[in-house]
């Protein structure tokens, strides 16, 4: 059984930048893909970027309000996952949960969903100041 665990967030001025963990233990493979959501109070939990191996290749994922701005990596199955936040906003204040997946996927897609995923960390949270 895979459990997550998240590390990284706090309190940051907007303009600043974090890096965030996800270590996990357990039965971890380098096929499953991971995501990094977040969810702020009153709102849906959204992916903010995801990362796939297909064959070679990595596959990623990130919405329009991440992209130029957050970078997801993994260097291998045994390290964390990392998720750098650059140029930070308030808007970007939520807790930060990081999942992973045993689904198949083909072709090019990376899951995107919450509900694509089946294994949660606990979170972290971040705050931006402004």
């Known amino acids: 059984q895979v459990q997550l665990q998240e590390s990284g967030g706090g309190l940051v001025q907007a303009g600043g930048s974090l890096r965030l963990s996800c270590s996990a233990t357990?039965?971890?493979?380098?096929?499953?893909?991971v995501g990094w959501f977040r969810q702020a109070p009153g709102k849906e939990r959204e992916c903010v970027a995801a990362i796939r191996y297909s064959g070679r290749s990595t596959l990623n994922y990130y919405p329009d309000s991440a992209k130029g701005r957050f970078t997801i990596s993994r260097d291998d199955v045994k390290n964390p996952t990392y998720l750098q936040l650059n140029n930070l906003k308030p808007g970007d204040t939520a807790v930060y949960y990081c999942?992973?997946?045993?689904?198949?996927?083909?072709?090019?897609?990376?899951?995107?969903?919450?509900?694509?995923?089946?294994?949660w960390g606990q979170g972290t949270q971040v705050t931006v100041s402004s």
């Open positions: 357990g039965h971890t493979s380098s096929d499953h893909p």
């Open positions: 999942a992973s997946t045993v689904l198949y996927y083909a072709g090019d897609y990376v899951p995107r969903l919450p509900n694509q995923y089946q294994t």
